[in-house]
C-alpha cells in the first residue's frame, strides 16, 4: 500500500499521511451526508463518489492516541484486523484504504475509507425479529463459529457483541432463509501468544456478549451458543484448552444467571 501526504482534506490547512488511491480520487467531505455520529466516531457517506464510505475516529485516550496513531492508528488497525478474519474465512467489510492526520495534538486521529454495505440489519435487531427455532439456531451457530475460528487461533476481538455483526436483509429473506454470511464491522484484534492471555480475554469477550446481548437471547439459547462454540472451538488444541475452561465455565454462568 502507498501512501502519501495530502493536505486540505477536511480544512484548508490539515495534512494527512494518506492511502494513494484515496488520495487520487478524494472525497468531497463539505458534501458529505453522516450516516452515523458517535463520541468516537462519524461514518459519512460521498455523493461524489458512489459507494463510497468514511469513518473518521477522534482520539479517545491523550497523549497515548496522539502519539501511537503514526504506527497504530485505529484505522490501520482495522484493516490489518480485516485481513486477518478475511483469512481465517470470516466475511468482513470491504476497506479500500486508510489515512492519518500528521498533526501531533489534533484530535481527529484517522480516516478509513471502504465500500458501502448492501442494505443490512445488525445482528441484534436480526435476533429481536426472528422468532422460528431453527432460524435463531442457525444464526446463533453462525456467530459461535465466528468467535471460535478467532479465539482457537489465538485471536482477541476488542469489542465483541452482537452491534458489530450485520446480516444483509437479502441474506434473511423469506421463511426458509439459511443466513449464509454474517459480516463483521469495526474490527480491531489482538494476539495473544500465551494460553493463561488468551483466556482472560475470551473470558471478558463472552461477559461482554452475554451482557449487551441479554435482552433478546434466552438462557436455553446460551446453552446451545456454549454447546456450538465448544465444537467449532474443537479442531485446535487451544480451542479445546477454552472449551474446558472458559466455555464451561461460561455455560456455568448461564445455567445460574
Not at 92 to 120: K, N, Q
Request: proline share 4%; charged share 25%.
Amino acid at each position: 500500500m502507498t501512501m502519501t501526504l495530502c493536505r486540505g482534506l477536511m480544512a484548508r490547512n490539515d495534512v494527512w499521511w494518506l492511502d494513494e488511491a484515496i488520495a487520487l480520487r478524494q472525497p468531497d467531505f463539505a458534501n458529505a451526508q453522516t450516516i452515523y455520529e458517535g463520541s468516537y466516531t462519524r461514518i459519512r457517506r460521498h455523493p461524489g463518489q458512489p459507494a463510497l464510505i468514511s469513518k473518521l475516529s477522534w482520539v479517545k485516550s491523550a497523549p497515548r492516541d496522539n502519539v501511537r496513531k503514526y504506527w497504530a492508528a485505529q484505522a490501520k488497525r482495522e484493516m490489518a484486523a480485516n485481513r486477518i478474519m478475511q483469512r481465517l474465512g470470516i466475511r468482513t467489510a470491504t476497506l479500500i484504504g486508510y489515512g492519518i492526520r500528521l498533526m501531533p495534538w489534533s484530535r481527529l486521529e484517522s480516516l478509513l475509507f471502504m465500500d458501502e454495505l448492501p442494505a443490512h440489519d445488525t445482528l441484534r435487531v436480526v435476533l429481536r425479529q426472528v422468532t422460528d427455532e431453527h432460524g435463531r439456531a442457525l444464526l446463533i451457530d453462525r456467530i459461535a463459529q465466528d468467535i471460535a475460528r478467532l479465539y482457537r487461533n489465538g485471536w482477541h476481538h476488542k469489542d465483541c457483541h452482537l452491534e458489530n455483526v450485520v446480516l444483509p436483509k437479502t441474506d434473511a429473506e423469506g421463511p426458509n432463509a439459511s443466513y449464509p454470511d454474517l459480516i463483521w464491522v469495526d474490527n480491531d484484534l489482538r494476539y495473544s501468544a500465551r494460553a493463561d492471555v488468551l483466556r482472560r480475554r475470551f473470558d471478558g469477550s463472552l461477559r461482554q456478549l452475554a451482557y449487551t446481548s441479554r435482552d433478546f437471547i434466552s438462557p436455553a439459547e446460551w446453552q446451545v451458543f456454549a454447546q456450538r462454540l465448544s465444537s467449532h472451538l474443537s479442531s485446535t488444541q487451544l480451542g479445546r484448552k477454552l472449551c474446558a475452561t472458559s466455555v464451561a465455565a461460561f455455560a456455568r454462568e448461564r445455567a445460574a444467571a
